[in-house]
């Protein structure tokens, strides 16, 4: 039978992670990973959430099962963290194992609610947003995200979605969007807000990069606009970059639903999916984040160790722009100073990005993303140089 398995693409990510692992070259520098690193290269478990585990630990005295949408006080927490304390009576949580596994409970019960939606995507976006919505049956589109100079491309998203139906879905990146980290300024989040709600069409938001970007509140700002033009939407919770809880798979579906009969449905089916997929989501993780959340100095230590984690990567993104401008003699790096996130995408062809691997181990992703909290204040200058050797070259 398992002979039968039709050939599948291959994750580049992956693939580039298998050939950085085997290139003996010790000054190789990887940029594809899609995880935060401090200045000596770790990725480290935040000191409040290795306190809370420490305190689970210690106090958890049963491992039983909890409930198909994981525990109340994780929903509440990490509601009020979104989306603020007055949204929580509003909205309908379902815990799930990661971000992933919330983009997936979206479009399962996208296909239970509305079959003949399509989902909107931003062009470029992160490819498993369309691998996730495919495998789940739903039909997928595409609108402009990025202008050719670099900005949020109001105009084009606009004019895409415009073939857009009422009731359709539309993905939007909530901060940091990945891969390019241009993210709408706060006039065009108004703007957007008000142009979906006026369609009729259904915000999906991505959150997994929740402050990274301008900071916490100023990261959660654009949700509370959605919520507060669109009746519905749908927030998917990633806490795996927030927390630094990645392999623990901790996320969460929000469901904003203001009446109370659709979102009792609402909870409802999303147990119901739970239930099917994996019954009890993973809870640990989850538990160790509630806690961080509901003790102030849990919370204040958190806040301090996250905000370091995005003044590092801005402090980054600044030196870097700065280097390429000075080694590569042009301004098209620019606007990686401005950008947001773990991601930027430097623009270059893939021959250029075939050489930076070959001739200098540097690796990078197929598309020119780079993962800026990759690198360190040393390697910034010779990786100028490397990219201005293969452009000049
Ligand atoms: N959305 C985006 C845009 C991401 O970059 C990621 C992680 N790379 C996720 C969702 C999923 O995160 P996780 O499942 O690890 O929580």
Same mark, same amino acid.
């Given at each position: ?6 050939d599948?693409?291959?994750?580049a ?7 950085y ?19 000596d ?11 809370a ?21 994780f929903a ?10 007055d ?11 990661g971000g #992933? %596994?919330a983009?997936h409970l /979206?479009? +399962?019960?996208? $296909?239970? &609610? =509305?079959?003949? *939606?399509?989902?909107? !995507? ?25 202008a ?7 105009k ?6 415009r ?16 891969p #390019? %980290?241009?993210?709408?300024? /706060?006039? +065009?989040?108004a $703007?957007? &807000? =008000?142009?979906? *709600?006026?369609?009729? !069409? ?7 990069y ?23 939407m ?35 089916a999303? $147990? ?16 160790a ?19 370091a ?19 590569a ?36 992703v ?28």
């Amino acid at each position: 039978m398992f002979s039968a398995l039709p050939d599948l693409p291959e994750d580049a990510i992956l693939r580039l992670m298998a050939l950085y692992r085997d290139d003996p070259r010790p000054a190789k520098l990887d940029l594809g990973v899609g995880v935060y690193r401090d200045a000596d290269g770790r990725t480290p478990v935040m000191g409040a959430i290795k306190a809370a585990e420490q305190r689970l630990c210690d106090t958890q005295d049963t491992k039983s099962y909890v409930g198909l949408l994981g525990a109340p006080d994780f929903a509440a927490a990490i509601t009020s963290l979104v989306l603020g304390d007055d949204m929580a009576a509003r909205t309908a949580c379902a815990a799930t194992p990661g971000g #992933t %596994g919330a983009l997936h409970l /979206a479009a +399962e019960l996208v $296909a239970m &609610a =509305a079959p003949g *939606a399509a989902v909107w !995507l931003p062009d470029p976006t992160w490819p498993n947003h369309a691998g996730i919505l495919a495998h789940c049956g739903r039909s997928v589109r595409h609108y402009r995200h990025a202008a050719p100079d670099g900005r949020f491309d109001a105009k084009g998203m606009a004019e895409d979605l415009r073939a857009a139906a009422p009731g359709d879905v539309v993905l939007l990146h909530g901060c940091c969007h990945n891969p #390019t %980290g241009i993210d709408p300024d /706060a006039d +065009e989040w108004a $703007a957007l &807000a =008000a142009g979906l *709600a006026e369609r009729g !069409l259904l915000p999906l938001v991505d959150l997994a990069y929740l402050g990274f970007g301008a900071g916490l509140a100023a990261d959660a700002a654009p949700l509370r606009v959605l919520a507060a033009h669109c009746p519905e939407m749908l927030i998917a919770v990633s806490c795996s970059k927030t927390f630094g809880v990645y392999r623990d798979r901790v996320g969460a579906l929000l469901a904003v639903a203001p009446q109370p009969a659709t979102r009792e449905r609402t909870a409802a089916a999303l $147990a119901h999916l739970n239930r099917l997929n994996f019954s009890f989501p993973p809870d640990h993780g989850a538990r160790a984040v509630t806690l961080v959340l509901e003790d102030d100095g849990l919370r204040v230590q958190w806040h301090d160790e996250l905000e370091a984690m995005r003044r590092r990567i801005a402090g980054l993104r600044a030196a870097l722009a700065a280097g390429l401008r000075q080694a590569a003699q042009t301004d098209q790096f620019d606007g990686i100073a401005a950008q947001r996130g773990m991601f930027s995408r430097l623009g270059l062809k893939p021959e250029h990005i075939r050489e930076l691997r070959d001739r200098h181990a540097v690796y990078l992703v197929g598309d020119g993303r780079i993962n800026i909290a990759g690198l360190t204040d040393d390697v910034i200058p010779t990786l100028c140089r490397q990219v201005a050797d293969v452009l000049h070259r």
